[in-house]
């Protein structure tokens, strides 16, 4: 019916109106088909209406099978090709012209040879559904249960909206009274609203661009400071201070560098510098094979608590933090710094707004790659933390304690909780900060202390044995102060160890106020 109208509606209308002129703005469906061979140069093109009537005549064709105003040249009006003969495409208006055309090819027009070929376009989404007003696929294939209103995006019939100003008869459409809000972007506007349908449109045919990958570390040049150093770190003997105890052949020369100046100045050891001779770095003597379990003091304002993480990234399992950093980190958030490789754990979960932890475990993802945690709510405080680990076919628990110095006597205290809790026998470890002092783990303190009396006490009640070294202390003092052991790290008989292993056991780092 419709191949009827477009060929010959414009003369019946004509015929039943006297002569009248009428025109098909309307076109409808049509076959797109291009033309290889028309005879014409493309910086000298002939009319579209002729080539039409040519293409028609040399073909046998009914004029009105081709819609002269959908036919155009296809040529680069920027950089035309003189020496190249230009495509040409034409509109068909039946299927079976269209097939009719591709299955006789060539065609001869005049000795000269033509061609035709189906014309494909790109696909695009301006499809609108009419159920659920997204754009991108007809109403046909929406696989939404419910329907939406493009006016109040509610989930009702469109046709059936009502307006809730009493004496309102609109139904079905947008009136004055009531706000619009477009089920699409929220906008007082329904969803057939024209901009924001090209909006849309655009956002499906250009979605945004992912983030681009970090760069890649770059490899040293063979003359350069760097790659003298790398080579270097590579032949340092087994046994030497500087000796890498995991495997570091993946490491390109300006990482290794970088990691290896990290590990020096977190270990307080001359660092090689750009214009040094790494041939004469001479680090100290090691300590003895009986050290703390405890890393050094750092402070916040030092900003060194990210440094410290990324120096223990290929030796430490599981970091307890006392005295965790809590800052804001925008809109309205507050957190701690986030290291890539470590998982945070926190005490409470979720945090209350109003409530800074004290305490933190971060888990080294490279070393435990499979690890599983649980955080357990058995102190609801956020000075403990405790927290069972899973990896290789064990489990372990651990404690995390941050004590103020200045903590009151009370149930809910710090010390009450740890105090009045029964160990579990399973393998514990506790470790924290708990500013408190007793000859048991600071052999220089001779003087009685009330919170130091309580730890001892219910270490020995539970069992407990003491992992760091009560001559090395965990607090270096200010002024005229003497340094002092205030941090702690005691587990059960089944874990305990005589030389704590850095490498395995959880470490303590502390970082006060």
């Not at 477009?182 to 969803?191: D, K």
């Amino acid at each position: 019916m419709w191949d009827i109208l477009a060929k010959q509606g414009t003369t019946a209308l004509s015929h039943l109106h006297n002569g009248r002129t009428f025109y098909c703005l309307t076109h409808g469906p049509t076959r797109d088909l291009v033309v290889h061979g028309i005879p014409a140069k493309s910086t000298d093109l002939p009319k579209v209406n002729n080539v039409c009537l040519s293409l028609a005549a040399g073909l046998s064709l009914d004029p009105h099978d081709i819609v002269q105003a959908k036919s155009r040249w296809m040529v680069s009006s920027r950089s035309p090709n003189p020496n190249k003969r230009p495509l040409f495409l034409v509109s068909l208006t039946t299927d079976e012209v269209a097939e009719r055309l591709l299955h006789r090819n060539p065609h001869w027009i005049e000795g000269d040879r033509i061609t035709f070929k189906e014309f494909a376009t790109a696909p695009t989404v301006p499809n609108q559904c009419r159920r659920c007003w997204k754009v991108g696929h007809p109403t046909w294939r929406c696989g939404v249960t419910n329907p939406v209103c493009a006016i109040c995006a509610e989930f009702h019939e469109t046709l059936s909206h009502n307006c809730s100003f009493q004496g309102c008869v609109e139904r079905g459409k947008a009136c004055e009274h009531a706000t619009k809000t477009c089920p699409n972007c929220g906008g007082n506007h329904p969803a057939w609203d024209k901009a924001c349908i090209e909006r849309l449109i655009q956002k499906a045919a250009q979605p945004p661009k992912k983030k681009g990958s970090p760069p890649q570390p770059k490899k040293a040049a063979p003359d350069s400071p760097a790659k003298a150093t790398a080579d270097f770190i590579r032949s340092i003997p087994q046994g030497a201070p500087g000796h890498a105890q995991r495997v570091i052949t993946h490491y390109k020369d300006i990482e290794l560098v970088k990691k290896f100046r990290a590990w020096c100045l977190y270990n307080k050891l001359p660092v090689i510098g750009p214009n040094d001779d790494p041939t004469t770095w001479a680090p100290p003597a090691p300590l003895p094979a009986s050290c703390t379990a405890f890393l050094p003091t750092v402070l916040p304002k030092d900003g060194r608590l990210q440094l410290v993480l990324d120096s223990a990234l290929d030796t430490h399992h599981i970091m307890v933090v006392s005295e965790l950093p809590w800052h804001n980190i925008g809109g309205n958030k507050k957190g701690t710094v986030k290291v890539r490789g470590w998982d945070l754990a926190l005490p409470l979960n979720p945090l209350p707004a109003d409530t800074s932890p004290r305490v933190a475990i971060f888990v080294n993802k490279s070393l435990l790659p499979d690890h599983g945690i649980t955080i357990h709510p058995t102190f609801n405080s956020p000075g403990i933390i405790h927290a069972h680990f899973s990896a290789h076919g064990r489990r372990l628990a651990v404690v995390g304690v941050y004590r103020p110095p200045s903590e009151p006597t009370s149930p809910d205290s710090v010390l009450s909780k740890l105090t009045n809790w029964d160990v579990p026998i399973s393998d514990t470890v506790i470790t924290g900060d708990m500013n408190a002092r007793h000859s048991s783990w600071d052999i220089n303190y001779t003087k009685s202390h009330v919170p130091g009396n309580r730890i001892s006490d219910w270490a020995d009640d539970e069992g407990l044995h003491l992992l760091n070294d009560p001559s090395i202390p965990t607090h270096i003092a200010q002024a005229r102060q003497k340094d002092s052991v205030l941090d702690l790290s005691v587990t059960t008989l089944t874990c305990c160890v005589p030389t704590p292993d850095l490498r395995s056991a959880p470490t303590q780092l502390r970082t006060p106020d």
